[in-house]
């Protein structure tokens, strides 16, 4: 797990902290063999999509952090069988 110091600000923070989610729940996704691109919502949150997703649809997908949870946007098939949703 990654411990914050006074170097990294807020954005970093929770960047890092998706970052260890995604390796945590999805360890069969290398994220160094696909396409991302971090988005901010509306609401100030990190998105990361990944190969073409975007909040507005796409082809690819893109991970969340909400609370406790890791949620998936968008078709995750090629990564886990028949996945979608909440990793």
Not at 24 to 47: F, S, Y
């Amino acid at each position: 797990m990654i411990t914050m110091s006074s170097d990294l600000d807020r954005r970093d923070a929770e960047r890092l902290d998706l970052l260890d989610r995604i390796a945590n729940r999805v360890p069969g996704l290398d994220l160094n063999q696909h396409a991302i691109e971090w988005q901010v919502m509306p609401d100030g949150a990190e998105v990361l999509p990944v190969d073409g997703g975007s909040l507005d649809g796409g082809e690819g997908y893109y991970f969340e952090s909400k609370g406790d949870d890791l949620l998936a946007f968008g078709s995750l098939a090629p990564i886990i069988e028949g996945g979608w949703g909440v990793c």
